[in-house]
């Protein structure tokens, strides 16, 4: 079992940029896939970004490409994603999440319902 911690967020203005982390207390396997999801108010949960874990291979959601970057930090156990030219529409709670067994970087990766373990969420608003 793995235990996702995060830190980051807060109240930022539109047009910053920020990072938010997701730490694990013990070393993430390779063969895992991390992600990250949002949800905003009254809003299904997002899919953002993936990556596997081993491999370092990235997958993008059509809605945040270009100003959102997923990565890893395999030697710290760390997963972040930055964000750049933050808008209000970006204001949501942000998860991070790991799917236990191997998974085809794409398209599969996805759905919410893939991952095994969760972030506690983080809350980022931005203001206009």
């Known amino acids: 079992q793995v235990q996702l911690v995060q830190s980051g967020g807060g109240l930022v203005q539109a047009g910053d940029s920020l990072r938010l982390a997701c730490a694990a207390p013990?070393?993430?396997?390779?063969?895992?896939?991390m992600a990250w999801f949002r949800q905003a108010p009254v809003k299904e949960r997002e899919f953002i970004a993936a990556?596997?874990?081993?491999?370092?291979?990235?997958y993008y959601g059509d809605s945040v490409k270009g100003r959102f970057t997923i990565s890893r930090d395999s030697a710290e156990n760390a997963l972040y994603l930055q964000i750049h030219s933050l808008k209000p529409e970006d204001t949501a709670t942000y998860y991070c999440?790991?799917?236990?067994?191997?998974?085809?970087?794409?398209?599969?990766?996805?759905?919410?319902?893939?991952?095994?373990?969760w972030g506690q969420g983080t809350r980022v608003t931005v203001s206009s």
């Open positions: 990556i596997n874990w081993g491999s370092g291979v990235t």
């Open positions: 013990e070393r993430i396997p390779s063969n895992y896939v």
């Open positions: 999440a790991a799917h236990d067994s191997p998974l085809p970087i794409g398209i599969a990766t996805i759905g919410a319902d893939e991952y095994d373990y």
